[in-house]
């Protein structure tokens, strides 16, 4: 159902997901992985795409002395918009 909603109308879904991506996006590598991929399989089987980001590698801190830096902000498109849009950048 969700595949079908998002290629077919332009839809954007952005926010602060809490979820890395990958091991990359995440300064100290901690990550779950089990988590990653769930979230990589929903961003799959909906055909979204992500939005390149302008600007640093990281888009959170926990402001320490020795911070720890994440993606954690993100913003996807749907095909259709993307279509419409296609240089599009966050």
């Known amino acids: 159902m969700e595949e079908i909603l998002f290629q077919q109308n332009p839809v954007i879904v952005g ?34 795409r992500e939005l390149h980001r302008h600007g640093g590698s990281y888009t959170w801190t926990d402001k320490q002395e020795n911070p720890i830096m994440a993606v954690l902000d993100r913003v996807f498109v749907s095909a259709h918009l993307d279509s419409q849009f296609p240089l599009a950048t966050v």
């Open 15 to 48: 926010g602060d997901f809490n979820l890395v991506r990958d091991m990359a996006e995440k300064s100290n590598g901690v990550i779950n992985r089990n988590l990653v991929h769930i979230f990589n399989q929903f961003v799959n089987d909906t055909s979204l």
